[in-house]
């Protein structure tokens, strides 16, 4: 089964659809048939690093789909195109969340 991402004019997927498996690698052909910019994505990673999701940004030279920035402070992994928190998520077991005005992880 293949999965298309629909672009707005910024690049900015405002739709996720399921297409026919004999679709797959026909995003240009879809996009013409509609009038709208559709990108393939992947459940699997296998292209474009991440599953799109409404909001995520295209970006054409990654030819990668990357969430938005959770934080200021957070920054963008070249390799998997997520997000990266100034320091690590602790391995303790518990829940945490992140606190951007100390800039690390509290516990709720």
């Given at each position: 089964m293949s999965h298309f991402a629909k672009l707005d004019e910024n690049n900015v997927v405002v739709f996720v659809t399921r297409g026919r498996q004999e679709d797959d690698g026909k995003e240009a052909e879809l996009s013409q048939r509609t009038g709208d910019r559709y990108v393939q994505t992947s459940y699997n990673g296998t292209i474009r690093k991440n599953f799109a999701a409404v909001g995520?940004?295209?970006?054409?030279?990654?030819?990668?789909?990357?969430?938005?920035?959770?934080?200021?402070?957070?920054?963008?992994?070249?390799?998997?195109?997520?997000?990266?928190?100034?320091?690590?998520?602790?391995?303790?077991?518990?829940?945490?969340?992140?606190?951007?005005?100390?800039?690390?992880?509290?516990?709720?």
């Open positions: 995520y940004t295209y970006d054409e030279a990654r030819d990668a789909f990357i969430p938005p920035q959770p934080f200021p402070s957070w920054t963008l992994n070249e390799e998997t195109c997520l997000w990266d928190a100034p320091v690590p998520y602790p391995e303790d077991g518990e829940l945490h969340v992140w606190d951007e005005q100390t800039t690390s992880w509290v516990q709720p």
